[in-house]
């Protein structure tokens, strides 16, 4: 069985990204980029799934701007077989990436699809719901375990007061949460193989997708500046202000 793995090139989740001065978007000239955290431990779930011997390849694929080939080839040093890159300079949503990854997915006929839950630059969490909707897919979002066998995949998701289990037919679409797995470090010698993997570069046009913007963003600004704190003497100080200025209790 084939697994396709989407992975987003975002900013570094170190970097302190600034607004751009016109306040139309993050200035992301020159600060680190990565591969999203979340995708890191989507790449690690297949990886596992084939050790498991659930799996038999796996297909990193990304979509965006010619330097995402490097966030493929971190992919492929961790595991990932091969890769594909959908080169775009456009801004993609993520509804025009849900309709990149189901292109590929009518090409590749994937058995599983994992995507992160959210990219830490957006924060949308839409593409692997989108991308399910899409394709017909059964769909489970915020993995913390999964497990492939007899043609079934079993996801657990942390959910309030507990855990939900849900047995999806495949071929299905999930999505990996933080406590599904801790990526292996990437090693120089994966480093070095995966130079050699094959990676196929598409356009949105050969894959015959409209990447064109459904939204429009009108600003962003930095969150306000919180005002210093101050110390009290005592309970009684602390009490006195909570009550009589800021009026909380
Ligand atoms: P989002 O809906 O933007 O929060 O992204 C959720 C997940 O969709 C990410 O964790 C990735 O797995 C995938 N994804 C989003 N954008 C891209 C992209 N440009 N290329 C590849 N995968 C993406």
């Not at 991308?131 to 993995?143: I, V």
Request: include cysteine; hydrophobic fraction near 45%.
């Amino acid at each position: 069985m084939k697994v396709l793995v989407a992975v987003k090139r975002v900013v570094d989740y170190n970097v302190k990204v600034r607004v751009k001065s016109d306040g139309t978007g993050v200035d992301i000239s020159n600060v680190k980029m990565s591969m999203n955290p979340f995708d890191e431990i989507a790449v690690e779930a297949a990886v596992r799934l084939k050790e498991s011997g659930a799996v038999s390849e796996i297909i990193a694929i990304s979509c965006g701007v010619a330097q995402c080939a490097e966030t493929l080839r971190t992919a492929m040093a961790i595991g990932a077989d091969r890769a594909i890159l959908v080169e775009s300079t456009q801004e993609l949503q993520p509804l025009a990436v849900a309709k990149l990854l189901k292109a590929v997915v009518d090409k590749e006929q994937p058995g599983l699809v994992i995507l992160g839950k959210q990219a830490i630059d957006d924060d949308c969490n839409q593409t692997g719901q989108m991308l399910a909707a899409l394709c017909g897919l059964p769909q489970a979002t915020f993995a913390s375990a999964l497990t492939v066998a007899d043609g079934k995949a079993v996801v657990k998701r942390e959910v309030d007061g507990g855990l939900e289990t849900l047995s999806l037919d495949l071929p299905a679409v999930v999505t990996t949460d933080l406590r599904l797995n801790e990526p292996r470090y990437v090693t120089l010698p994966n480093i070095m193989k995966a130079k050699k993997k094959p990676m196929e570069t598409f356009t949105p046009a050969g894959l015959g997708v409209d990447v064109a913007s459904r939204l429009k963003t009108l600003g962003v600004k930095e969150p306000a500046q919180r005002s210093a704190g101050i110390k009290v003497a005592d309970v009684a100080t602390l009490v006195d202000k909570l009550r009589n200025e800021a009026k909380v209790i």
